[in-house]
């Protein structure tokens, strides 16, 4: 499934957040002249890179489709301090009543594309992929998952439903590494990715024995990963995972390993500092 949000998407998840901020009506908002007009700027406070904009624009189209809004920036942009975003003019009331949903979205998936931007950096030159995981926060997957690739990482399966994962808890259901591949490839459906977790030079033997292509070495240490990589000699895709941060990845990315797949990108949500500002 592409990440890049469709119209329907789009109107069906502002939509709702809409609805849980705005309920039976704004009181707040109603203190507001229904005529008045007013002017306002998205400024960014810290570095950051640029992403949700598509969800801001539709906020403001669902409430008002006559406010006017005028970006200086495009999503996966860089950010600089003080560096204004966006400017918005029309009706004060829905500018008001919109205010926070936009800047929830606009701050999350910047927050989230700041930050693959940042390991994206960290890997630079190696020819390592940076890859997402499912721990996304929930009901957002989709516009995570394309802030990532605004940040320069790339994707991992969707969901359960795109690609083949077996991990730990598949094999000890299935009761071997070699009887649960041969099942995933018996069932699969044509196109769909098989990958298997291992977590030991024993493990991965014996699923490259039994054919695997892409294999995951589960929190294996810098060493044991070099000797993955010597011991797979091409064979298949190697994926690391496990105790990755921005302080270790390049040390990983420079054992040979093909991609890295990072839950931080999308678990650990720092939303970038944007205001609203009327002018």
């Known amino acids: 499934m592409s990440t890049v949000p469709t119209q329907e998407d789009l109107y069906r998840q502002v939509s709702l ?16 002249d229904a005529n008045a007009q007013s002017k306002v700027e998205i400024v960014c406070r ?5 992403c949700g904009t598509a969800w801001f624009d539709e906020v403001f189209r669902q409430l008002d489709e006559e406010i006017e809004i ?6 996966g942009d860089r950010l600089a301090v003080t560096q204004v975003v966006c400017t918005l003019a029309g009706k004060t009331r829905p500018l008001l009543s919109g205010e ?8 999350t998936l910047s ?8 390991y994206a950096d960290s890997v630079a030159g190696t020819g390592v992929r940076i890859l997402d995981t499912r721990k996304t926060v929930p009901g957002l997957r989709l516009q995570q998952k394309y802030a990532v690739s605004c ?9 359960l439903y795109d690609a083949i994962l077996i991990k730990e808890n598949h094999i000890h259901a299935a ?10 490839k018996e069932t699969a459906p044509a196109g769909v990715t098989i990958e298997i977790e291992v977590e030991s030079l024993d493990q991965m033997e014996e699923a490259l024995a039994n054919g695997a292509t892409r294999v995951l070495l589960d929190n294996f240490d810098l060493e044991t990963m070099r000797a993955a990589v010597a011991m797979n000699a091409g064979r298949a895709r190697l994926e690391a995972s496990g105790n990755v941060n921005l302080q270790t990845v390049r040390a990983i990315a420079e054992t040979g390993v093909d991609d890295i797949s990072v839950g931080a990108l999308t678990k650990d949500v720092k939303a970038v500092d944007l205001s ?4």
Not at 70 to 75: C, G, L, M, S
Not at 151 to 159: E, W
């Open 151 to 159: 940040g320069g990482c790339d994707n991992h399966r969707s969901g």
């Open 175 to 184: 009761g071997s590494i070699a009887a649960a591949l041969r099942v995933a």
């Open 100 to 107: 926070r949903t936009a800047l929830n979205y606009l701050q």
């Open 17 to 32: 957040a809409l609805k849980e901020d705005l309920g039976s009506g704004d009181l707040t908002a109603a203190l507001i």
């Open 46 to 50: 810290e570095a950051a890179v640029l």
């Open 111 to 118: 927050g989230t594309a700041t930050l693959a931007r940042q």
């Open 276 to 279: 609203m500002l009327f002018v």
């Open 70 to 75: 005028e970006w200086r920036a495009r999503d």
